[in-house]
């Protein structure tokens, strides 16, 4: 099979309106049209984009079953590029996840449902939503292949780990990260810039980072989205406001950062199960 060497790329930096669904879903259209125009392959939106942050109690009056219309409008719209959103999903009556809704080929592929709810400092996601518990890898062209965690998926390491072992050859990260929601001293712009990297040059794997930007219910979405490409290196990087980046990756440079830096090939996974064993 031949694999081609270059993916297009990109990153939809929106400001998603509080619980206007519909709203929010005719920005999605605007932005995976002018996507697909200038070719893009993978489009990732941020976390909740098609509803907002801050839900509370909207959380029932926004959320989704599966086989909601707009999904299939937004699919619709993809065509063969793989497009990223973030939703909350209805998966029964009063159970809702906060989730990824991965569209391609007129379709829904797959639904990542976010694993780790943060609930600290300005965070509440343990009072409204349920924990996922799987993860996500899914096919975007022959070679090509990703998986998606949601902004605090990605300060579990382990969870970070067990996603990349399959050996994607991108890491989606929608994030929902707002200046000061953890704390005064822990600064979400600069601690978000040293994750990311850490993961794309550990493990030789580019990192798409989608965030908001924009005002909420007075806290202030910082914006900062970013390709990285598999040495850490930035690719791409979003102004103060909202807009679409996007780059061109390499399978070739993939392959030599993982070459120079095998930290898949030498994860011991036998090892690692063996050393948790004995944690809780």
Known sequence: MHYQDRLRVGAAQINGALGAVDDNLDRHLEHIKEARQRGLALLVFPELSLTGYGLGNLVMQVAMPLE???LQTLAQACGDMQTVVGF??????GEYFNALAILQHGKLVAVHRKLNLPTYGG???????????????TEIRPGWSA???ICADLWNPALVHAALLPRPTVL????????GIVSDDFSNEQNWALNVRFYAMTYGTPVIMANRFGPENGSHFWGGSRILGPRGELLAEAEECEMLIHCELSRTAIARARFELPTHRDADTPLIRE???GYR
């Open 68 to 70: 909601d219309p707009r």
């Open 88 to 93: 909350v999903e209805e998966a029964s009556p």
């Open 123 to 137: 965070l509440e996601e343990g009072k409204w939503f349920t924990h996922g518990s799987e993860l996500t890898h």
């Open 147 to 149: 998986t998606q965690l």
């Open 172 to 179: 989606c990260a929608p994030i929902n990260s707002a200046s």
């Open 275 to 277: 050393l948790m064993a």
